[in-house]
Every structure is written in C-alpha cells, then in structure tokens.
C-alpha cells in the first residue's frame, strides 16, 4: 500500500531549517493497521501528511498502491486521493453550517455521485452506526465523541483504501476514546489498511504495528529492517 | 455538477452570518440602486431628441458666418426665413419647417389666461417634420392665419373634459382658433412648445404691410426662424449641403438690391455658411448662440459613466471587504472540502454562488431603493426619471449584466484567496493566507482609497471653480441688479417710464440696451486704420443708454461715456481689449470704422474706454466690445434697474405697478442679473450635488472597508502581535507597525488618484476662461481626512481585539 525511500523532510523558515523526517523507510501492506507513536514534535503528523499525499518530501521516493508518487504534480495526486484515501484528525473539521449528512456528504459530490445513491450509501453507514438519530443535526448540536464519529464516516463514506488519524482520540475522554478505537478495529477487520498517530502507548498497543519514531527517526519497526 | 449543493450551502453560509450578509447585501443594494438611477440618467441624456419618428432623418439647419476676411462672426442656431423654401425645392428634402419662437405675450381663454405657455410659429410641415400624434381635429388647414395646435397638457390643463377644437384664444390683440390637439414633444427633446400657430399669422400681426413682410421673406441676412429638414433615408447629405449652400448664395446675391437695412447690426457683409446638424446631436454637442433651451455635454456623460463604474467598483470591493475580513473560518472550511477531494474550482464555484445569490438579491433590493430614491432625484435633477424606464432586453440585459459583473468583481479575488488554501493547514490546525493574498489585499484596499480621494478631489475641484466663478468680481457689480426682458413694449414711453421708475424709493439708477451679460451680442467687424497695414477684429456691439455706466457700475479708464445730452450716435465706447486687439496707441483722438449694407463704411470716434467686464456667460474670455448710444428708432430689448436691495418688496411692487402702467398688460418678464448668471452653472451644480452624494456614499462604505481590512490586518498578523504583547512591547509601537503596513496601502491609492483627478478636472476647466484649481490646502484636508479615516479603524479595531482577546496564551504554554 504504502512504501517510502529515504523520505527527509525539512522546514525552512526565517533562516532556520528543521529536519523533520530524516531517512524515513517504512512499508505498510494493504490491510496493516498501524500506528506511528512517539513523543509530541517526533514527525508524526509530518510522515502522515506525506503520506497522505498532501505534503511534499524534500527528498528520498514515495509509492502509494505501488505508483511512483515521487514526481506527481500537485492535481495529481489530488486526483489519486480523492476517494482513496480518508483522513480523521483530532479536531473532527466538521462545516458547522452543514447538517451531519451534509458533511458526510461531502466527498461523494466530490466524486459526482448522484444525490439518491448519497442517501442510500449514508444512510446505510448512519445505520449501521447507530446515528440515523442525529442525521439532521448540526455539529454543534453532537458531543464530542458524535462529531469525531461523524468525521470518521466521512472519511470511509467513499470507502477508500487508506484511512490516515492523527491523534484521533486527543480530544475525547477514555470512553469515547475506546468507542473510536473500536470503529476502527471494525473497520480493519472489514478490509482497510489504517495508519493512526499518536503519542499514547496505550492506543499504539491496540494496533497490530507500531512504528516508534523519535526526532525525525523511525526506532523501531516490527516487520522492517532499517 | 451539484448545482443544488452549491446553492444549498451557499444560502446556509449566507444565513450562518447574518450581519455579514445584511451589511454585504445593503452595501451592494444602495450602491446598485445609485447606479441604476445614473444609467437611467445617463439613458435619458443619450436618448435626447430619439423619441420622435424618424428622428434619424431630421436635421436643424444652422447658420455659420464668416466675414469677407474670413473671421467667423457667427455660429448660429437660427436661420433666414427664405432657407426653407429653398430646401424644399431638393429631391432629397421629405419635408422642412420653420418655426418661430413668439414672445412671451398674455394668451387668454374666455377670462383665463393660459399662464407659461411656450408659442410657436411654424409651418403646417411641421407636423410631417415632427411627425407627433393629432389626438384631435386636424393640421391640415394650419396653413391659415390664426389657426393654431396645442398640445394635450395643455387641452387637459384648460379645457377639462372639453373638446378645445373649434375653440378661441386671444394672443396680444389676435383670436386664434384651436385647430386641433397634438401629442406633447418627448420630455427629451431640444425644444419644447404648449401652442403653434401658423406662420402666415405673423402676416396677420404685422397687419399685411407687405414692405415689411417682402423683407423679412426675401431676407438672407436676418437670422429669425429655426429651419428643420427631414432627409429622404439615402440621401448623401454632403452634397445636399454642398448643393444647397451653392444656390443659397445665387438667391442670397440676387436679393441683395432690395436690401436697405441701414443699421449697424445686420450681418451684412457676413457670408453664411448653412449646415445640417442632426437634432439627436444637438442636446450634447451642439454649441451654438440662440439655443431654444439650455443644452448639456458629452463631458457630463463621461462623469456620470465614471462615477457608476466606481460605485460598482467600490460596492465590489466593499464585498471583498466583508468577505475575507476574518478568513480563517472560510479558509479552513475550504482546507475541509479540499481535504474531501475538492479541486480548487469547486470552492471557487462555492464562492462565486455565494457572490451571485448576494448581488441578485443586492440588485432586486437595489431596484426597491431606486424606485424609493428616484423621486428625489427627480427633484435635484428636474427630471422625470421612472424605474419603468428600464424596458426591453437591451435594458434587462443590462441590469443583469450588471448584477453578474458585480458577481464576478466581488467573487473574483475571494475566490482566489479561498480556493487557494493549501489542505496541509489542517494537519497544523492553522490556516493562514499566503503572501501573494496579502498583498493582493492590500492593493484592493488601496483601489478603494483610490477611489474615495478621486471623488473627493473631482469634488472638491468642481465645488471650488463654481465657488470661484460666482464670487469673482466680473468688472462690474453684479449684485442688485433687476432685468426687464423684452422691454421694447415700452418703447416710445421709454424715457418717461425711466423717470418715473427712477424716482421710486429704493431704485438707484436706470439704463436700457439691446444686450445684458450671459446674453448674445451683435458682432460687427471693425477696422482701425491708425496703423499699417489697418487691423481687423470683431467687436461685440451693445446699443446702450448714456445711464449705462452707472447702472452697471463700470470702471471708466479713460475718456467720458455716452453723453445723452449731444446724442452723438457716431460715438462709441471700447473696452480694454477691443484697444489691445485694434492696437490703438491713443484712443481719445481715434476712430474705427465698419461697413453698412451698401458697403459705405461708417465712422465711429472713440469717446472712451470701459475697463473690462464679463458681458457674456462669467467663465468666457472678455472679447472686444463696443458700446454704441441707443437712438430712437434703435431696438433695445432690456431695461436694467439697479435696486438698493433686491429683497425690498416695496420697490419691486412699486416697478411692477409702473411697467403695468406703461407697457399695456404685457406681462412683466424680469429677472436679478445675478440669478440668470448663475443660470448658466445651474447643470454643473447639479452635477456637484451628485458627486457630493457619490462622494458620500464611497465614504462610508470605505470606513466600512477600513474596518473590514483592519480586523483581517490584525488576524493576518495575529501570531507576531501575540509575540510582541508577551515580549511586553507597549501598544502604541504594534499599532504603529499596523498603521505602517496599512499606510503603504493608503499612500498608494491617495498618489495615484489625485493626479487622475486633476486631470479630469483640467479637462473640464477648459470649458472656463476663469480657473482656480484646486487649493493645496483642500488637497491636505481631503488626505487627512481618508488618512485619518484608515488610522482611526486601525487603531478602533486593533484596541477592540486587544481588550477581547487575551494575548497572554503564548506564555501560559
Ligand atoms: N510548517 C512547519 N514549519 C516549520 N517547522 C515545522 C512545521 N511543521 C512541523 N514543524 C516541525 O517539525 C517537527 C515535527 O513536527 P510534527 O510532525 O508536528 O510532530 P508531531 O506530530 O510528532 O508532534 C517539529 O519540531 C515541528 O516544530
Ligand atoms: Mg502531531
């Protein structure tokens, strides 16, 4: 699903470089779930926004579904995203003036879909979720756990491939953080291949892998060799 | 496409802030509804004269004269009498008409008297010419003395419910007979009348004295009637002009035998020239003397078609002011719909909708405001503007044409800066515009600076000139002053009516010419042989009473004045530049001469020389003047009487009761000089309320803009004005590196509008011999003003934001 090669990654700002990433090789199959842990400024957010196709490395190779990512222009790999690659974050980034369908909405009219086959595939997933309920409310009217919950259909509604969270509990209390975490073993076990962030062993104990960064290095890695 | 989304969302956005859209909708609507009622001036400006059928083909003739030295001494809107039948005799004539504007003479119906009734004489043509609907009766026997068409306001004003044909009037002595009711000139048109009476009346009135009626009829060298030809539709009018001014000539030599007119005022060595001018040109192009009503200018157009495009301009930028006062919540929303797999043009598209569903409902509202504001305008403009007025495609086209480039110049940079967002902000949590944004803001911003001072300073150029012609002093004093117009009817009663009018408390003196300034003059060519070789110019010439002086309160330089006692009609007055111009060294002991009819020349001593004054309209250059003592059989047309005080009633009343007595229930036409001279700025000052209000309206709409840019200024700058409030820098230093980063913006928008300005305003001044530009100091209060204007929002909002916010998160941390 996703390999890198050498990925560095360095910020330049006012005179100062920062090395965030530095030699980053990791490989992640298709149905892995994953987690990058390690302590807060360690890079963690910066390999998932490269590896979501995002953020550009300032060198070394990326292959995404085994396409050379490395030298793909920006609405290229927009193009290869959309619909490919779902992201949950730990702020839910839910448009407060759209109802929760709305928002989870969104990529399938990105993705043209016609409006009767949006109602049939969200409200199949609301369903299955328990949260037909809260079809018609809008984010502010949902407790936390709801609107992260929301943010994570909308990132599966397109059934994409690869889901990428950064700290997706960060906000949430143990319960509501244990809800998530069950949704996503769920969704591992239906098939996608998922790559969550945190800082927390307790959540990167419940993956099947974890990559432990440290300063812009990968540690260790249980299938990898560096 | 989800059409429905876009819309959808667009109107949620819309409603999520409410403020934001009523201040966005209500600063697009006012400045839509003052642009529509502009177009709708504009409209009615350009569509002067086109209302009538088949205006396209009708042309005014009009006189232009050159004499034998090939000096032009006139430029005329009148023409002889004979041009007419003349005209007819070409085959590419359809119809012509003259027409004749009658004086100002008491009309009677039984016992009422129709009150500003605007008389004509014309041909029964006329109405083939100016082919206006008969409602009643008939046209056909206008060829009869006596008979006579009124118009439908003024059957419906006198003769309620009646049928008015068949009906008598009495004008001056002469019934006339309704002959039929014909639909009114349009509004826009060069000329207007209530009656027209057949021309062979004036026979009639002149009591058939064929001497007279074979002069004036044969004459080519009196300018009395307009002459109006419509054109068959392919006629080459050049050769119809060349055609027409060639035989005129053949006619205009053989009548000359027959002409004995002796005075000096007839245009007798004057070669006329006769040219076609389309009567659609005539209300903004046509520059002639003896106009049948005041007329405007292209100039006027360019400023009302400026001032709308800046409305628009400034409503546009206002809404890109509000838009992206506070971006970060758009622009992470847009970070969002990115992240789930938006392009750039989706959230574009989102924008764009969002600027189209305002400036629709902007412009529905806008078209409620206009209808509200128009009668206003009506007032100020002395117009009849209707909202209906907006018809047909063209003028649909138009509105919504506007409403999508509204759309388009207030979504277009928003679009931009939103659509731009980068989705790698969400990963950080923080969404921040790029530098390119920045700036680009800036510039928009000094757009609208630019446009405010623009404004400001055409205002305050337009406002100081026409405060400067008004006050100047124009060589003679101009207060006080009453006219009495079309005077003649007095005529022989003159001196006795002077005496007594002289005697009436309150009157300080009494004179009488044949012109009064801001009218036309007589020119005549003057040569002075003094010098060699001998020098030609045309002098204008006043035929003047010996009080004349002192009346106007004139500057004699040399010499004496008319005396009334010698009655020496070969003496005349000249003015400084008709010294300057003959180069005469010693004017006392000069003469100058012209030529009369018979090409005998006539000898005139120089008794004195007046200082220069403004006999004309007060911003024309003084030309050469000639004042020539009025003889009995001389026509004067004014009588001036200077009052102590022109608000005294008294004295009025007391001359109102003596013209009645001596002039035979003429109806007392008068006027202060000082208001008629004013008269001729009425269009301008018009034009300055206008700008005022524009000027007005971009004001407050640019402190909204301030506002708006300050709040994104400061969002824009969050992060280093928390860095600088946790470093403990005091206030006013951040705030003076807010005003700096602000001022550039200023200092740009208000360096490149004041030059634009006084350019446009040099243009217009050239319509002024008399100019005062704009002061320095008016130019400082104006930037201080707008200057002033930015540093107050910037400093309001940064203290606004300040005290909201607590800046001492970063140490917390
Ligand atoms: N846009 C940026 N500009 C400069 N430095 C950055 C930027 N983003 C991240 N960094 C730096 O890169 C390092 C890694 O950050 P990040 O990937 O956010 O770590 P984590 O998610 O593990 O906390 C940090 O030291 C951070 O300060
Ligand atoms: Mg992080």
Redesign the pocket.
């Known amino acids: 699903m996703i390999r890198t090669q050498n990925i560095v990654k360095i910020?330049y700002?006012n005179e100062i470089a920062?090395t965030?990433l530095s030699n980053i090789n990791i490989n992640i199959k298709k149905g892995d779930y994953v987690s990058i842990s390690?302590p807060?400024?360690?890079?963690?957010?910066?390999l998932l926004s490269i590896i979501g196709l995002i953020d550009k490395q300032t060198s070394g190779e990326l292959f995404f579904m085994d396409i050379d990512i490395t030298k793909k222009k920006d609405h290229q790999r927009a193009k290869l995203r959309k619909g490919n690659i779902g992201f949950v974050f730990k702020d839910a980034f839910l448009i407060d003036e759209l109802t929760v369908f709305e928002n989870i909405e969104l990529p399938l009219i990105y993705l043209n879909y016609k409006r009767k086959e949006r109602i049939d595939i969200i409200e199949k997933e609301l369903l299955r979720h328990k949260m037909i309920h809260l079809k018609n409310r809008y984010p502010g009217q949902l407790n936390e756990e709801q609107q992260q919950m929301v943010s994570i259909l909308r990132a599966v509604i397109t059934k994409p491939s690869l889901l990428l969270a950064d700290e997706p509990t960060g906000r949430l209390d143990s319960k509501g953080r244990d809800n998530i975490l069950r949704t996503f073993s769920g969704l591992n076990e239906e098939g996608m291949t998922i790559v969550l962030?945190t800082h927390s062993p307790y959540i990167s104990d419940q993956t099947q892998i974890t990559i432990k960064m440290f300063d812009g290095h990968v540690v260790t890695d249980n299938n990898i060799t560096i | 496409m989800n059409t429905l989304h876009y819309i959808r969302a667009a109107v949620k956005s819309l409603l999520r802030d409410k403020l934001y859209s009523a201040t966005n909708i209500a600063g697009l609507a006012l400045g839509i509804g003052l642009s529509i009622i502009i177009l709708l001036l504009i409209k009615y400006e350009l569509s002067y004269d086109s209302g009538i059928k088949g205006s396209k083909n009708i042309y005014r003739l009009t006189t232009r004269g050159e004499s034998p030295d090939g000096i032009q001494t006139v430029s005329n809107a009148l023409t002889p009498l004979p041009l007419s039948g003349l005209l007819r005799t070409f085959h590419e004539t359809e119809a012509t008409t003259r027409l004749i504007p009658g004086a100002n003479k008491l009309i009677k119906y039984n016992s009422a008297s129709l009150k500003q009734s605007r008389f004509f004489f014309a041909d029964p043509s006329f109405f083939n010419v100016f082919e206006l609907r008969i409602i009643k009766g008939s046209v056909e026997q206008l060829n009869k003395p006596g008979n006579v068409v009124i118009t439908k306001t003024l059957a419906d004003k006198y003769f309620k419910g009646t049928n008015p044909v068949g009906k008598k009037i009495n004008r001056d002595g002469i019934k006339y007979n309704i002959i039929a009711v014909s639909e009114d000139m349009p509004e826009a048109s060069h000329f207007h009348f209530d009656l027209i009476a057949s021309i062979s009346t004036i026979e009639k009135i002149l009591n058939y004295n064929r001497k007279i009626l074979d002069k004036l009829e044969h004459n080519w060298k009196s300018l009395v009637c307009y002459t109006y030809v419509k054109v068959k539709p392919k006629a080459d009018l050049r050769i119809f002009e060349k055609h027409l001014n060639k035989k005129a000539r053949l006619f205009e030599e053989r009548s000359k035998p027959e002409n004995k007119t002796t005075t000096a005022t007839s245009q007798v060595n004057t070669t006329f020239h006769f040219h076609l001018q389309p009567i659609r040109s005539i209300h903004l192009h046509s520059k002639l003397d003896s106009e049948l009503e005041p007329l405007s200018n292209p100039f006027r157009i360019l400023i009302f078609i400026s001032i709308t495009i800046f409305i628009l301009l400034i409503i546009s930028i206002n809404f890109i002011n509000i838009t992206t006062a506070e971006p970060s919540k758009r622009l992470r929303d847009a970070a969002i719909r990115k992240l789930n797999g938006a392009r750039s043009y989706h959230i574009a598209l989102q924008i764009f909708t969002e600027a189209f569903i305002i400036s629709a409902s902007a412009t529905i509202l806008g078209l409620v405001l206009a209808e509200l504001m128009i009668p206003a305008f009506n007032k100020l403009f002395n117009l009849s503007l209707k909202l209906s007025q907006i018809q047909g495609l063209q003028d649909i086209g138009m509105v919504i044409f506007i409403t999508f480039i509204i759309g388009i110049i207030s979504g277009g940079y928003p679009a931009k800066f939103f659509s731009g967002i980068d989705p790698v902000n969400i990963f950080?949590n923080r969404f921040k515009l790029n530098k390119s944004s920045f700036i680009m803001r800036g510039f928009i911003i000094a757009g609208q600076v630019f446009v405010l001072m623009f404004l400001s300073v055409l205002t305050a150029g337009i406002w100081q000139q026409l405060n400067f012609i008004s006050e100047r002093y124009p060589g003679f004093n101009k207060k006080n002053l009453l006219i009495i117009d079309r005077a003649y009817t007095i005529k022989q009663n003159y001196e006795d009516f002077k005496q007594e009018i002289k005697h009436i408390k309150g009157v300080v003196n009494v004179s009488a010419a044949t012109s009064v300034p801001g009218e036309g003059y007589m020119k005549n060519i003057f040569s002075y042989r003094g010098i060699n070789p001998p020098k030609k110019t045309p002098v204008n010439v006043n035929f003047v009473d010996c009080d004349y002086l002192q009346t106007m309160q004139l500057r004699l330089m040399k010499g004496s004045f008319l005396n009334c006692e010698t009655k020496d009609s070969m003496g005349i007055i000249l003015n400084s530049t008709a010294i300057k111009e003959l180069e005469i060294k010693k004017p006392l002991e000069e003469h100058i001469e012209t030529a009369n009819s018979q090409n005998k020349s006539r000898k005139f001593n120089i008794l004195g020389v007046v200082g220069d004054y403004n006999y004309e309209p007060l911003d024309k250059k003084t030309e050469p003047l000639g004042l020539v003592l009025l003889c009995k059989h001389n026509f004067f047309r004014y009588i001036i009487i200077r009052v102590e005080d022109r608000k005294d009633k008294r004295t009025l009343s007391a001359i109102r009761n003596t013209w009645n007595k001596y002039s035979d229930n003429e109806p007392l036409e008068s006027f202060f000089l000082a208001d008629r001279l004013n008269d001729n700025y009425k269009e301008d000052s018009r034009m300055l309320t206008a700008l005022m209000i524009f000027t007005l309206f971009s004001f407050f709409i640019s402190v909204l803009g301030f506002i708006s840019y300050a709040s994104f200024l400061i969002e824009y700058k969050d992060k280093k004005i928390s860095l600088m409030k946790t470093l403990g820098i005091p206030d006013n230093y951040i705030l003076r590196n807010l005003i700096g980063s602000f001022g550039k913006y200023i200092l740009i928008g208000v360096s490149l509008s004041i030059p634009t300005a006084l350019m446009i305003i040099r243009i217009w001044l050239r319509n002024f011999a008399y100019t005062e530009h704009v002061s320095l100091l008016n130019l400082l209060i104006l930037i201080t003003l707008v200057a002033g204007t930015g540093i107050a929002s910037i400093s309001y909002q940064y203290f606004r934001i300040v005290f909201k916010k607590n800046y001492h998160y970063l140490t917390k941390r």
């Open positions: 910020f700002t920062k965030a390690g807060s400024g360690c890079g963690k957010t910066t962030a | 950080r």
